[in-house]
């Protein structure tokens, strides 16, 4: 949930004093709860500790300097705001619009706050089913492939060209144990003599059997060490260099020791599905009427 941030750059005012608007022009004054501290009053509004707090956030190593100037901002702020009211500027369609704003942030941040502990436990067991395979896997690797595109349609001529091209890939991919960047930095090499033919360069993670074709697995599971090449290898799609990049070990974590990470992990979408649910509620309860007629008239800049 992104919530909003007003920002404004305040200016030095002049050090003359001025009259305290009326008391109906004044923007709301904050009520002081007794233990609340109060760290500055302009014309009788407070300035507390808490805003103080708030506008030092951002700091590291606060010092006593940081204090003074952030203090400062709050009061020219306060003065600023004081002033506009003094204006009528209180009564602005764009004052109004910005309280509405401020009031359904501050809504949403009060009631919309939930914890791990507090995500209802279908939406753990779904994100559990959903990503099962993070959770309960067999052995798998991790490769990087080079691949010179030859299918079934093409012709003779086309996958000896094509395998001649593999053959290359392989010999300079052996030539020496190669970061991954570099592996892959060798199809765009080889592709500039072989306009003709579809070179590219893959990264996926496989089991040893359902996911990608047996010879390919076979293949990439022979491989031991990261960094480590494989022969060129012919399957449907066409020739094949594989490049290992990690051997992954077999993982069976269940629900109940999956749980804790899992709340971790969705509590934000979670949040957000909650949020948006209670929202269609909301417009079902209330009176609301489109004028879409009215709408369509609207020109676009």
Same mark, same amino acid.
């Given at each position: 949930m992104k919530l909003l941030v007003i920002a404004a750059t305040l200016l030095s005012l002049p050090?003359?004093?001025?009259? &305290?608007?009326?008391?109906?022009?004044?923007p709301l004054v904050p009520r002081v709860d007794? #233990?609340?501290?109060?760290?500055a009053r302009v014309n009788g509004v407070p300035i507390l500790d808490a805003d103080l707090r708030e506008q030092l956030r951002s700091n590291r190593g606060v010092t006593a300097e940081d204090r003074r100037k952030a203090l400062r901002a709050l009061v020219q702020a306060e003065l600023l705001a004081q002033e506009a009211a003094r204006r009528g500027l209180a009564r602005h369609p764009a004052v109004r619009d910005a309280q509405r704003r401020a009031l359904a942030d501050?809504?949403? /941040?009060?009631?919309?706050?939930? #914890?791990?502990?507090?995500i209802p436990r279908e939406h753990v067991e779904r994100a559990y089913n959903i990503n099962r395979l993070l959770y309960q896997r067999p052995e798998t690797v991790n490769v990087t492939h080079i691949v010179v595109v030859a299918n079934a349609r093409n012709t003779?001529?086309?996958?000896?060209? &094509? &395998?001649?091209?593999?053959?290359?890939?392989?010999a300079i991919a052996a030539s020496g144990r190669l970061p991954e960047k570099s592996f892959r930095e060798i199809a765009e090499l080889v592709a500039k003599d072989a306009p003709t033919i579809t070179i590219k360069a893959e990264s996926l993670t496989t089991p040893l059997?359902?996911?990608t074709a047996a010879e390919f697995a076979d293949a990439a599971f022979a491989l031991r060490e990261p960094g480590q090449v494989s022969p060129v290898v012919q399957t449907r799609f066409g020739y094949h260099v594989i490049y290992l990049n990690e /051997?992954?070990?077999p993982r +069976?974590? +269940?629900?109940?020791?999956?749980? %804790? %990470?899992?709340?971790?992990?969705?509590?934000?979408?979670?949040?957000? %599905?909650?949020?948006?649910?209670?929202l269609a509620e909301l %417009?079902?309860?209330?009176?609301?009427?489109?004028?879409?007629?009215?709408?369509?008239?609207?020109a676009t800049p």
């Open positions: 050090a003359c004093r001025q009259p &305290a608007p009326p008391g109906e022009q004044l007794q #233990t609340a501290l109060v760290v501050i809504f949403i /941040r009060r009631h919309f706050q939930i #914890t791990p502990k507090d003779a001529d086309f996958h000896h060209r &094509a &395998a001649r091209l593999a053959r290359r890939i392989h059997r359902g996911l /051997r992954l070990p +069976s974590v +269940s629900l109940a020791q999956a749980e %804790e %990470e899992i709340r971790g992990r969705i509590l934000e979408d979670v949040r957000r %599905e909650l949020f948006v649910k209670w %417009e079902r309860r209330h009176a609301i009427t489109t004028h879409l007629d009215v709408v369509a008239r609207i």
